[in-house]
């Protein structure tokens, strides 16, 4: 089942702005993760924070993460065209053999 | 991190027929593989989790006849589509679960039947 909703659905800025997606989820959470996937292909891993962890960032990307209202945000700064995908959240509820639940995921398209 | 390798990329047959697609953990032996299903603009939904040497188990309304799971090794889990329809027609993808949280993902196989 999935955990919940990411919004907005669907995203369309200039090349140049930031891009804020947001994600909630419903259950108790260990980690959870963004990943993004190109049209129709497989999903690239983009960063993970702990549920113990609040702000992480790498590179152009920042993820925040509050479990007191089950929500986490990816924010993209300075967008560029290459960007453009569909972006998803995934929680686990434990280390380990326990496999992701996804978020319905947010369509970004970035214009040049 | 680890490598997964899924096979065929994309496929297309005819209803009725079976149709199998591979993952392989290339670096690391994994007893647990997980496989989704992903249906057009939709998000990645978790079909069943294939255990090496045993039965898989299955998310409920996913048919267990119709899709088998073959763990065989710690390397390779195999998704038979079998008596595929055209609402079969999905990308599926694979993934194995890392020695942390993070999980790697194979490449996907989009399966068309027509």
């Known amino acids: 089942s999935q955990q919940g909703e990411e919004d907005p659905q669907a995203l369309s800025i200039q090349e140049g702005e930031n891009a804020t997606m947001n994600c909630s989820y419903k259950?108790?959470?260990?980690?959870l993760q963004w990943y993004r996937q190109n049209s129709g292909r497989g999903l690239v891993h983009l960063i993970l924070?702990?549920?113990?962890?609040r702000e992480k960032h790498s590179g152009r990307l920042r993820v925040t993460l509050d479990t007191s209202k089950k929500s986490s945000s990816l924010l993209i700064t300075a967008s560029r065209a290459a960007d453009t995908a569909s972006y998803f959240c995934?929680?686990?509820?434990?280390?380990?053999?326990?496999?992701?639940?996804f978020g319905k995921g947010t369509r970004l398209s970035v214009i040049a | 991190g680890a490598v997964v390798s899924q096979h065929p990329s994309r496929v297309i047959c005819k209803s009725g027929t079976s149709v199998k697609i591979e993952c392989r953990s290339l670096?690391?032996?994994?007893?647990?593989m997980f496989w989704y299903r992903q249906f057009p603009k939709q998000s990645l939904m978790l079909m069943a989790t294939?255990?090496?040497?045993?039965?898989?188990?299955?998310e409920q309304g996913v048919e267990k006849d119709k899709f088998l799971i073959n763990h065989a090794s710690l390397t390779l889990s195999t998704l038979t589509v079998t008596s595929a329809h055209p609402e079969d027609s999905s990308f599926y993808i694979c993934?194995?679960?890392?020695?942390?949280?993070?999980?790697?993902f194979g490449q996907g196989t989009r399966l068309t039947v027509v």
């Open positions: 993934s194995v679960p890392g020695q942390g949280a993070e999980a790697f």
């Open positions: 670096d690391f032996q994994a007893t647990t």
């Open positions: 995934a929680t686990d509820w434990a280390s380990g053999n326990t496999p992701l639940v």
């Open positions: 294939s255990n090496e040497g045993s039965k898989a188990t299955y």
């Open positions: 924070i702990r549920s113990n962890e």
């Open positions: 259950t108790s959470i260990n980690n």
